[in-house]
């Protein structure tokens, strides 16, 4: 019998932030209040229950810049936060390493190992005085180094969710999870996209499927986007549903990820990205009849949770 342990993940970008054309320098939140209504509708819409979420919660050397303190979110939706966590959701770190080019005020990566492991140094040291102590992790952009992963698993991070298995970064982007395991593994020392010996942090694949974009010619690896339009979303399930046919038995996650403003109305026309909350609730109900229509078993669940799971009991391959 497989059983699934559903993962709704949300990274707390800001508007504008995400899409094929990323804005580094977007800095509104708007649509972060009509995230909220997710955990409660989607469980309503499913199951009847709430449904909790793993929240990826901006905390970065960019709102010090803006605002005067990494924990910027944090503290402006705290009642949010703490009304999330009482309910089951966790709350997790999404840092998005940056640097301000003076003359400029644009923002650039930073990719440097050892500059990289000091902005999270830095970063640490002020959401531990915010009293932030959070088990899981989802560095910006989707990249590490092994330095910058050793360095989250000394603040006691035990779960890191970075990995896109299959995706490369363009044009000099440290993002390479190519060759990395599509299920959670201990990364070697050396190279984190390969599976070593335990370790502390479990390193949490992103799920990811062939889906096709408007602009692509062909499908290609991604994520999985429940904010996706629902044909494109349809077609990608059912492809990975007939890949998955004659896979072991046994736990399997899926770690979904989206963004606030992938469902908020917007004024131009996207013909991959929904925005709106309905197609969310659409497709993840397609995703659970999925596994239904198998008399497979599933449950939601949060990252923390999934990975303590998975050490318990390791699952099939996807």
């Known amino acids: 019998?497989?059983?699934?342990?559903?993962?709704?993940?949300?990274?707390?970008?800001?508007?504008?932030?995400?899409?094929?054309?990323?804005?580094?320098?977007?800095?509104?939140?708007?649509?972060?209040?009509?995230?909220?209504?997710?955990?409660?509708?989607?469980?309503?819409?499913?199951?009847?229950?709430?449904?909790?979420?793993?929240w990826f919660v901006r905390a970065d050397g960019q709102l010090?810049?803006?605002?005067?303190?990494?924990?910027?979110?944090?503290?402006?939706?705290?009642?949010?936060?703490?009304?999330?966590?009482?309910r089951g959701s966790e709350i997790a770190w999404h840092p998005h390493l940056y640097r301000v080019r003076p003359r400029t005020k644009k923002a650039v990566l930073i990719?440097?190992?050892?500059?990289?492991?000091?902005?999270?140094?830095?970063?640490?040291?002020?959401?531990?005085?915010?009293?932030?102590?959070?088990?899981?992790?989802?560095?910006?952009?989707?990249?590490?180094?092994?330095?910058?992963?050793?360095?989250?698993?000394?603040?006691?991070?035990?779960?890191?969710?970075?990995?896109?298995?299959g995706r490369q970064g363009a044009d000099g982007h440290p993002m390479d999870w190519m060759g990395a395991p599509t299920t959670p593994y201990h990364p070697a020392p050396e190279d984190i996209r390969r599976p070593g010996s335990i370790r502390s942090l479990l390193e949490v694949p992103m799920s990811t499927w062939a889906i096709q974009a408007p602009w692509d010619n062909k499908p290609i690896t991604r994520y999985i986007n429940p904010a996706v339009h629902e044909a494109l979303f349809l077609e990608a399930l059912e492809?990975?549903?007939?890949?998955?046919?004659?896979?072991?038995?046994?736990?399997?996650?899926?770690?979904?990820?989206?963004?606030?403003?992938?469902?908020?109305?917007?004024?131009?026309?996207d013909g991959f990205i929904s925005h709106t909350p309905y197609a969310v609730f659409n497709n993840m109900r397609r995703l659970i009849e999925s596994f239904e229509r198998e008399n497979e078993t599933w449950e939601w669940s949060?990252?923390?949770s999934a990975a303590a799971r998975w050490r318990e009991q390791p699952g099939a391959p996807t």
């Open 1 to 54: 019998m497989t059983h699934h342990l559903v993962c709704m993940t949300i990274d707390t970008d800001p508007d504008g932030s995400c899409g094929k054309t990323i804005n580094r320098n977007a800095r509104s939140w708007r649509s972060l209040e009509l995230a909220f209504v997710i955990p409660e509708e989607l469980g309503q819409a499913i199951g009847g229950r709430y449904a909790p979420i793993t």
């Open 64 to 86: 010090r810049y803006w605002y005067g303190t990494s924990a910027y979110l944090l503290h402006e939706y705290g009642k949010d936060w703490r009304r999330e966590a009482h």
């Open 111 to 165: 990719d440097e190992p050892l500059e990289a492991c000091d902005e999270l140094h830095a970063i640490w040291e002020e959401l531990a005085a915010f009293s932030f102590k959070p088990l899981s992790f989802r560095n910006g952009e989707a990249w590490h180094h092994k330095e910058t992963l050793a360095a989250i698993e000394t603040f006691g991070i035990t779960c890191d969710s970075s990995a896109v298995p």
């Open 239 to 269: 492809r990975l549903r007939r890949e998955q046919a004659c896979a072991p038995e046994g736990l399997r996650l899926w770690v979904l990820v989206m963004h606030p403003e992938e469902i908020e109305p917007s004024m131009k026309p």
């Open 302 to 304: 949060t990252l923390r």
